[in-house]
């Protein structure tokens, strides 16, 4: 990529988005293409086709989606599986039609069976049963991968994938009903402390393990992939390293300075009893993250205590 190429980040005031685009930026790139949903709506087809014939893209990061933790998923099946495929087939499409140089789209480590051995291989992908709470986004997610492969088979486009694991950083989802599991517990130490609570809920049991990984360091392994990576497989994008639901929240607890003890709800879901990602073809091609979950998971607290 050449700084004065036109580069789209296709949702850029989200979470991933937002972090591609402060890269970028501070790497000197000067032709950044972005547009709020209500400028344009990703959703519609005609829209996304009169957006690409005007504007050219070069390079397209596709980091638009409709996403959620384990309630919107279970609760929103049709918008998820629905808007997502979307998305992904008006743009995949678009850039394929206007010539664009290289895409990336971003999926999500949900694609992989729910009982897949453990750390998860690229190779695992469609090897068993899905997540039921998650199974309409995976499934989009899924065919979003499948749909770049089979464009790069049959028009040769320089399409390529990565699955994030799962994300944290500036710009996250901290609404108590949609958001995700780092979030959330944030949201729900801080508030526990303000209030002076004798105890913080947690769903589940606490022993599923997740793998967590600083928006920043995910942008920064894009802008890596966009310029040194060409191959049709995906690959996997993480910190290799994971840990309880329980031992996070621990973690939380002592960033947040919260006194109070822990109780473990175990009417709600666990979901997944573990997601660790492998990243050794990552690694093997020379990136490998550089902010620790404690270190990342301070910075934001101090980000955001204020507006919580």
Excluded at 80 to 91: D, E, G, H, P, R
Excluded at 113 to 126: D, H, M, R, S
Excluded at 175 to 203: C, G, M, T, Y
Aim: aromatic share 10%.
């Amino acid at each position: 990529m050449n700084k004065s190429d036109k580069i789209y980040i296709a949702g850029h005031r989200g979470m991933v988005g937002s972090a591609i685009v402060r890269l970028l930026k501070k790497e000197g790139y000067t032709s950044l293409l972005t547009r709020t949903s209500s400028e344009l709506d990703l959703t519609r087809q005609i829209d996304v086709e009169r957006f690409f014939e005007n504007e050219k893209p070069d390079y397209v990061f596709l980091a638009a989606a409709k996403v959620g933790g384990i309630v919107a998923n279970n609760t929103y099946r049709a918008d998820f599986i629905l808007q997502n495929l979307q998305i992904q087939n008006n743009v995949i499409h678009s850039a394929y039609l206007n010539k664009v140089k290289k895409l990336m789209f971003l999926g999500s480590s949900c694609i992989y069976p729910k009982l897949a051995e453990q750390p998860l291989k690229e190779e695992y992908l469609l090897t068993g049963v899905l997540e039921p709470t998650n199974e309409p986004y995976a499934i989009a997610k899924i065919a979003g991968i499948k749909m770049c492969e089979a464009y790069r088979d049959q028009y040769n486009c320089n399409f390529i994938s990565v699955m994030p694991t799962n994300l944290y950083g500036p710009n996250d989802n901290y609404d108590p009903q949609n958001s995700h599991v780092l979030p959330a517990l944030l949201r729900k130490f801080h508030e526990a402390k303000k209030k002076k609570l004798p105890s913080v809920s947690i769903w589940g049991s606490g022993s599923p393990k997740r793998e967590f990984l600083h928006v920043d360091d995910l942008a920064k392994a894009c802008f890596f992939l966009m310029q040194n990576y060409n191959e049709k497989g995906f690959l996997n994008i993480g910190s290799g390293e994971d840990l309880s639901i329980k031992d996070l929240a621990l973690m939380i607890k002592e960033i947040v300075s919260y006194e109070g003890n822990l109780e473990f709800d175990h009417s709600k879901p666990d979901g997944t009893p573990r997601k660790l990602m492998d990243v050794s073809k990552l690694h093997g091609l020379g990136w490998k993250h550089e902010i620790e979950l404690k270190d990342g998971i301070k910075s934001v607290y101090e980000e955001v205590k204020n507006t919580l």
